[in-house]
């Protein structure tokens, strides 16, 4: 008998994420990347501009010429049948992206084909200018060092101060590393410790009112660090008829702008006939133990309070938590 072929899940297209705003230095590097035979080693890529500035690409020094270029210029052409399409007609198997600043990566992200991947995310600015951009577009700022792995700050000088830079990164992640790129080429990395303001190895890890948002995204970003920790904070206590013996508790965060508010809470398991006697939303504060486990209401696995102590309060002075 012949053998049953099986049938071969399609491999990812991994894609290289390039964000910053206009002049930022982000087509200099790429082309820096595209001559270095390290990366361009023959196979088919599609260079995807989003944005042109006035700095333009030399193709006869890549590496290989086996780069194919598209430009995408409008918004609404940001679709998952453009970038198939384009991807198809390069032949590509990689996708190196310099994506617009002044557009939202949500957008980026909706569009990407199932097959795509990004394998790395990097964000760009000018030293000079970004804190600018930050005063005025805060949210566009904020939206590109969210999610990025590398935040480069170039042009940088010996006149300014890396910690205005730093707290502009970590105020919107704890995990993205940092350079500073100097004029005369010199790379220096961040090395400014991030304490955090609560005490991790405590018997009970007290979050104050004005922590809670670091709190919950460091929490969210390594769950696996407050596995079988007992927490304790304040929070909005909302319960539901579809968790008899749980309720939800958290606070409304804002992580860049008004328009950002969003409420960051966590299930929370409880005795029911206690769930049942509570108020439909008030202000508690609960000690409890965190695991990561399942559960219906995340529709998988997400960090689970078990109530040790639950005390209603009175609401904090600032109903919205910040990281600033």
Request: net charge negative; charged share 30%.
């Amino acid at each position: 008998m012949a053998k049953q072929q099986q049938k071969q899940e399609p491999q990812d297209v991994p894609v290289y994420l390039f964000t910053g705003f206009l002049e930022s230095g982000k087509t200099k590097f790429i082309q820096e990347t595209l001559e270095d035979p390290r990366f361009n080693n023959g196979e088919q890529i599609l260079l995807l501009l989003c944005e042109e500035g006035e700095e333009e690409y030399a193709p006869e020094k890549f590496a290989a010429p086996n780069v194919v270029c598209r430009t995408i210029e409008d918004e609404d052409d940001l679709t998952p049948e453009t970038l198939s399409r384009y991807l198809k007609e390069a032949k590509a198997t990689r996708v190196v992206c310099e994506y617009n600043g002044m557009w939202l990566l949500d957008r980026f992200y909706s569009a990407m084909p199932e097959t795509w991947a990004v394998y790395q995310e990097m964000f760009f600015a000018d030293a000079r200018t970004i804190l600018t951009y930050n005063a005025n577009m805060r949210q566009l700022t904020f939206d590109k060092l969210q999610s990025c792995e590398l935040a480069v700050f170039n042009r940088f000088s010996d006149d300014m101060d890396h910690m205005e830079y730093h707290k502009l990164v970590r105020t919107a992640s704890r995990r993205a590393d940092i350079i500073y790129e100097y004029a005369d080429g010199k790379i220096e990395y961040d090395n400014i410790e991030d304490p955090l303001p609560f005490d991790i190895n405590a018997p009970v890890i007290e979050i104050a009112d004005t922590d809670y948002a670091i709190w919950y995204r460091d929490m969210s970003e390594d769950t696996d660090k407050y596995e079988g920790k007992t927490v304790k904070f304040t929070g909005r206590a909302l319960t539901r008829r579809t968790l008899p013996g749980a309720f939800i508790i958290g606070r409304h965060v804002m992580t860049c702008c008004v328009e950002d508010i969003q409420f960051a809470g966590l299930v929370c398991n409880w005795d029911k006939a206690k769930v049942r006697a509570m108020a439909k939303d008030q202000w508690v504060t609960v000690t409890a133990r965190l695991n990561n486990r399942f559960h219906t209401a995340y529709g998988g696995r997400g960090p689970v309070l078990t109530a040790i102590d639950v005390q209603v309060t009175q609401k904090p002075e600032q109903e919205v938590a910040t990281f600033f």
